[in-house]
């Protein structure tokens, strides 16, 4: 079997920068460290931390006052921090550099006056803590429909889900310009997310199918099978090398691979290295 790695594959700048902190924060903590939510959304990098001795909480009320606290690369609001502060906790930020922006800009259009609409998913704790930092009064949107069925807001300021994919964005940004009088635009989305996109999409169409790895709760990821899935329909999108049946890849000689920028590039290796072993063989055999 054919398989050919798409660029810009795997851990990016803020998920890189994420591991090293925390790595650091172990190695160097002669307490006991906890992690505010999943550190990334990736299961072989959250189970290997907590083999580690690294505790993955919900809220700071099971955080004690000697012990060391990571807040994961998705970032909180700024209540929470002052809450970590007023406990004299010790505090290490992983937030990724792209979420921080997106943080700062959602401020300044409500410091500023205007109505906050960020495109992404409700749920996802990037959005939470980026909808926090305009002091929960920001409209969250992840379709075009429900764009148009807002109604109109005279000065508008839109932010995006830092891992969304750049056409989604610009299919609901075209709707929103016909409901609001100003809109104000800040670009908040990840630029090594973007290049990850685009690469994997220009690889999609010179394979017969592509196989996208990386945590189920990864967005990124979601992201990169959705685009991918917009070129070519046959795309697999799986964890690890444990979930390849072969029988998916009958009929097949050349196949992609790409994968979510929280994903290990020894996970990613795995991959490609089951996928080479199957043999070809012809469609209907």
Same mark, same amino acid.
């Given at each position: 079997?054919?398989?050919?790695?798409?660029?810009?594959?795997?851990?990016?700048?803020g998920v890189k920068r994420a591991?090293?902190?925390? %790595?650091?924060?172990?190695? &160097? /903590?002669?307490?006991? =460290?906890?992690?505010?939510?999943?550190?990334?959304? %990736?299961?072989?990098?959250?189970?290997?931390?907590?083999?580690?001795? $690294?505790?993955?909480?919900?809220?700071?009320?099971?955080?004690?006052?000697?012990?060391?606290? !990571?807040?994961?690369?998705?970032?909180v609001g700024p209540e929470l921090?002052?809450?970590?502060?007023?406990?004299?906790?010790?505090?290490?930020?992983?937030?990724?550099?792209?979420?921080?922006?997106?943080?700062?800009?959602?401020?300044? $259009?409500?410091?500023?006056?205007?109505?906050?609409?960020?495109?992404?998913?409700?749920?996802?704790?990037?959005?939470?803590?980026?909808?926090?930092? +305009?002091?929960?009064?920001?409209?969250? #949107?992840? +379709?075009?429909?429900?764009?148009?069925?807002?109604?109109? !807001?005279?000065?508008?300021? =839109?932010?995006?889900?830092?891992?969304?994919? !750049? &056409?989604?964005?610009?299919? #609901?940004?075209?709707? $929103?310009?016909?409901?609001?009088?100003?809109?104000?635009?800040?670009? +908040?989305?990840?630029?090594?997310?973007?290049?990850?996109?685009?690469?994997? #999409? *220009?690889?999609?169409? *010179?394979?017969?199918?592509?196989? #996208?790895?990386?945590?189920?709760?990864? /967005?990124?990821?979601?992201?990169? @099978?959705?685009?991918?899935?917009?070129?070519?329909?046959?795309?697999?999108?799986?964890?690890? @090398?444990?979930?390849?049946? *072969?029988?998916?890849?009958?009929?097949?000689?050349?196949?992609?691979?790409?994968?979510?920028?929280?994903?290990?590039? *020894?996970?990613?290796?795995?991959?490609?290295?089951? !996928?080479?072993?199957?043999?070809?063989?012809?469609?209907?055999?």
């Amino acid at each position: 079997m054919d398989v050919i790695v798409a660029d810009n594959a795997g851990f990016c700048f803020g998920v890189k920068r994420a591991i090293k902190m925390a %790595n650091d924060t172990m190695d &160097g /903590a002669g307490m006991r =460290v906890k992690s505010l939510g999943s550190l990334i959304h %990736n299961p072989q990098v959250v189970n290997s931390f907590r083999e580690r001795g $690294l505790e993955v909480v919900e809220d700071l009320d099971s955080v004690d006052s000697e012990d060391t606290v !990571i807040i994961r690369s998705h970032g909180v609001g700024p209540e929470l921090r002052q809450d970590a502060a007023a406990r004299g906790l010790k505090v290490v930020d992983t937030t990724c550099p792209f979420v921080t922006k997106a943080q700062q800009y959602a401020a300044k $259009l409500i410091a500023d006056g205007y109505k906050v609409v960020m495109i992404g998913d409700k749920d996802h704790p990037e959005v939470i803590g980026v909808v926090a930092h +305009t002091q929960n009064r920001a409209i969250v #949107i992840n +379709t075009v429909a429900e764009a148009e069925a807002l109604k109109f !807001i005279p000065r508008m300021g =839109v932010v995006f889900q830092t891992t969304h994919s !750049i &056409g989604h964005v610009q299919e #609901i940004v075209g709707a $929103l310009l016909k409901r609001g009088k100003e809109v104000r635009v800040f670009n +908040t989305l990840c630029g090594a997310t973007t290049s990850m996109q685009k690469t994997a #999409i *220009e690889l999609s169409s *010179e394979v017969e199918a592509m196989v #996208i790895v990386g945590g189920r709760q990864s /967005a990124n990821t979601a992201q990169l @099978a959705e685009v991918c899935r917009r070129v070519n329909p046959r795309v697999l999108q799986i964890e690890s @090398a444990d979930e390849i049946r *072969e029988d998916w890849f009958q009929g097949l000689s050349r196949v992609g691979v790409s994968a979510g920028a929280s994903t290990p590039d *020894e996970v990613i290796a795995d991959v490609v290295d089951r !996928i080479t072993r199957i043999e070809p063989s012809p469609a209907g055999a």
